[in-house]
């Protein structure tokens, strides 16, 4: 693909459902990174993946968020019992070299 | 601890008038700073990096390090350049970044 590709693009779910997103980086993208963006919040980091090194979770809000990248490519977010404030957009983000991002166009994620 | 700070949320410059949005960053190390940018509907996109001191779409940024700044300029605004601009720090060798909260510009014709 030519670019970083999250899915899916729109999500509605019910309060106290799971939701998984997913992300694919750009191909031979060692670094990938999540982001949630929320009005006023700016982009929150939420989680990094450098190659086969240990997650950098810091960012992660709570244990309900948690996040895996399967042979070092496709990453799923996971959102275990969802909540009203964790309705915002999540943004997917590979880079390789050069510390230059590149973005995914993002989840807009709804919890009612 | 690393930050990034955009004091200003909002910004409102008339086309042609210079415009210049704030980016101060904490980081005891030797920095990279970067500016995103996203366009309405559109990605978030590099603009620009210290590193290479190029001047994009008319914009230019500088570094100082002596007043941990890095605001990105332009001498006359257009109205496409309208979007919301994110500051962000690179530090160490991991590709770790920090944000800024993100400055709203608009431009108005």
């Known amino acids: 693909g030519a670019g970083v590709s999250q899915s899916p693009s729109n999500k509605v779910t019910e309060k106290g459902k799971d939701v998984e997103l997913r992300c694919d980086p750009i191909s031979g993208h060692t670094a990938l990174y999540w982001y949630r963006q929320s009005l006023g919040q700016g982009l929150e980091f939420l989680i990094y993946f450098q190659g086969n090194s240990a997650p950098d979770k810091s960012g992660l809000p709570s244990d309900r968020f948690s996040a895996e990248r399967t042979g070092g490519s496709v990453s799923t977010l996971t959102i275990q019992r969802t909540q009203q404030e964790d309705s915002a957009v999540y943004l997917c983000?590979?880079?390789?070299?050069?510390?230059?991002?590149?973005f995914g166009a993002g989840t807009r994620l709804s919890v009612l | 601890a690393q930050r990034v700070t955009q004091p200003e949320k909002l910004l409102s410059v008339f086309k042609g008038a210079p415009v210049e949005l704030k980016c101060n960053y904490s980081y005891s190390g030797s920095p990279e700073l970067f500016w995103y940018v996203q366009y309405s509907r559109q990605r978030l996109q590099l603009l620009l990096r210290?590193?290479s001191r190029e001047s994009i779409k008319g914009f230019t940024a500088d570094l100082n390090k002596g007043e941990t700044s890095f605001h990105l300029k332009k001498p006359f605004a257009q109205e496409e350049d309208s979007a919301m601009y994110y500051c962000?720090?690179?530090?160490?060798?991991?590709?770790?970044?920090?944000f800024g909260t993100g400055t709203s510009l608009t431009v108005i014709p």
């Open positions: 210290h590193i």
């Open positions: 962000a720090l690179g530090v160490g060798t991991g590709n770790q970044f920090y």
């Open positions: 983000a590979s880079s390789q070299s050069k510390n230059i991002q590149y």
